[in-house]
């Protein structure tokens, strides 16, 4: 099904619920991603300078786990700009380990930037960058399933998925892969709540220009009329969930007409559109994740203040 087709039927469907939603994953436009970007260095969004943290004290020792004597695939799944796995990469690569790296993002320009940016930084790297979703990701997994795999899910990505999806994506990963593959996946771990809610409503309003980009997207690509002043973005965070979610809350009573689905769809005073969950966790709940999906952890790599980990899984038998 063609990219806009599909975005017209999860729009229409989302708006459509009695209590509406938007999924997250469309946040990425141009637009959206270069806001993420603005959202990774702010002050408040601790969790990139966290597991940069985790990666840059920790390479040597992750690579050494990752060498295990034969050539293997690292593929790095929502990528991006890849500035954290760059310091993997760099280490790999000093290390003189046998590696080939595959990008995944749903963003075809930053898949086109990062091939030509590691093109200049670390010649010698054979990059196979791959443009799409997550699930569509598993595909190449699978054509290349008897070759080792290092697979990467960085960034907390995890915690934007509702527990079944979790479930399924790590199940599917599960099932392309061989004992002695491994996958390092980065999780967001509990703290004070206050310190999550910020990092999610930060001052700047940079994060909220990000949840209403969704809106403006809809209008530039599915022909809508929402009037993205009449909307505010809204977070709140559970501590007894361990979520963080985002809402885009009607100011005034209104009607926004989608062309791409040929509806109107209406908006009370103070409605909510729910728009994203960002999961946090701790580690018992990982390793049940993991031991659900057919993973057992190798080990667990903290920051200094363990707000973040990045955890390794190994596959067994
Ligand atoms: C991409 N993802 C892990 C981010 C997160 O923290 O959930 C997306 C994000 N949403 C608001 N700020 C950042």
Known sequence: MPAKVAFARDVDEG??????????????????????????????????????????TNKQAMAAL??????????????????????????LTQQK?????????????????????????????????????????????????SERKVVLFLGSNIGNFEEPE?????????????????????????????????????????????????????????????????FRHYAMYNPLEGVMRSFLISLSDQDVHIQGSNKTYHFNAWEAIHTENSHKYTIPQIKMLGQLCGFRIEKVFYDSKQLFADVLFAVDQ
């Open 15 to 56: 708006l459509s619920k009695e209590q509406k939603t938007l999924p997250s994953r469309y946040f990425y436009d141009g637009t959206g991603s270069r806001l993420f970007q603005q959202i990774m260095e702010l002050p408040e969004y601790y969790l990139t300078r966290c597991e940069q943290e985790v990666l840059t």
């Open 166 to 230: 979790s479930i399924r994506f790590l199940t599917s990963v599960r099932s392309y892969l061989q004992p002695g593959d491994q996958l390092l996946m980065g999780v967001d771990l509990r703290k004070d709540p206050e310190m999550i809610l910020k990092a999610y409503d930060d001052a700047s309003g940079i994060t909220a220009a990000f949840n209403l980009n969704l809106l403006q997207r809809i209008n530039k690509e599915l022909g809508g009329d929402f009037n993205v002043n009449q």
């Open 97 to 145: 380990l046998a590696f080939d790296y595959v990008p995944v993002d749903i963003s075809g320009d930053a898949m086109q930037q990062l091939s030509k940016s590691l093109h200049n930084e670390i010649p010698n790297l054979k990059v196979e960058a791959v443009v799409g979703e997550y699930f569509q990701s598993l595909d190449w997994l699978q054509e290349n399933k």
């Open 66 to 91: 990752f060498a295990r004597g034969s050539y293997f695939h690292l593929i790095d799944l929502g990528a991006g700009d890849a500035l954290k796995t760059k310091v993997l990469l760099a280490e």
